[in-house]
């Protein structure tokens, strides 16, 4: 258990929606990196909080936004669904400062099924 | 541009050989690190190990062990005696380091996938 949980562990939804998935770091981490794993892509970075504010983007779609709010939990917010969104999303989290080498603890994922 | 690239897509062997996992890399920093994770068919994603740009030092723990070389920019992991509970996807990443910018977030090659049969 790497101490970063994800909810929804699965979430099936129909093209167009909105769906919105939440992710705790481990106690005492500042930084949450989402991370998206797809058949044709791999895994993929999307984007990274530090304490509350946005400090780096991948790879992110414009239907796609997130935040982190003051007690530190991330939500990733995926709209106007296509089935190509279909994915396994990661949450990861890292303690200390921005670019320190630390490793990053991953949550076990949200399967997205948009069908 | 960064790049991690495992050309091994999949690898099968018999429980108890050794094994070895291929893992190059592009960068044009200085300071980067390397990572190894490990995706057991349950689909979390376990950190293995982490390897400074300025330690070439090859690390061992138990069964597995991690060869660094710069000079060819590769990070190979060896995996000694398999056992069957070590099949899973294997992802070698990059991490660079700069001030500003994309800092820490990991560029991963598209993985290895391991199948060590009884």
């Known amino acids: 258990d790497s101490g970063v949980t994800q909810t929804p562990k699965h979430l099936i939804t129909a093209t167009g929606q909105r769906v919105t998935l939440r992710c705790s770091p481990r106690?005492?981490?500042?930084?949450v990196y989402w991370y998206q794993q797809s058949l044709d892509q791999g895994l993929q970075f999307l984007i990274q909080?530090?304490?509350?504010?946005?400090?780096a983007k991948g790879n992110i779609l414009e239907r796609f936004s997130a935040q982190q709010f003051p007690d530190l939990h991330s939500e990733l917010n995926l709209s106007s669904l296509e089935l190509g969104d279909s994915a396994l999303y990661f949450c990861?989290?890292?303690?200390?400062?921005?670019?320190?080498?630390?490793?990053?603890?991953f949550g076990p994922g949200t399967r997205l099924t948009v069908l | 541009a960064q790049k991690v690239t495992q050309a091994q897509t999949e690898i099968s062997v018999v429980e108890k050989e050794d094994v070895t996992l291929d893992c190059v890399y592009e960068?044009?920093?200085?300071?980067?690190?390397l990572f190894w994770y490990k995706q057991p068919p349950s689909g979390e994603l376990v950190f293995l190990i982490r390897?400074?740009?300025?330690?070439?030092q090859n690390e061992i723990s138990g069964r597995y062990s991690w060869n660094f070389q710069k000079s060819t920019s590769s990070f190979n992991f060896t995996i000694t005696a398999s056992q069957v509970v070590d099949s899973a996807v294997y992802f070698c990443?990059?991490?660079?380091?700069?001030?500003?910018?994309?800092?820490?977030?990991?560029?991963f090659g598209k993985g290895t996938k391991l199948s060590v049969k009884p």
């Open positions: 990861a989290s890292k303690e200390g400062v921005v670019g320190a080498p630390n490793e990053q603890f």
């Open positions: 960068t044009r920093d200085t300071t980067y690190y």
């Open positions: 990443a990059l991490s660079e380091a700069k001030d500003g910018g994309s800092q820490g977030n990991l560029i």
């Open positions: 909080y530090y304490n509350g504010e946005e400090r």
């Open positions: 106690s005492g981490d500042l930084s």
């Open positions: 390897r400074n740009s300025f330690d070439e």
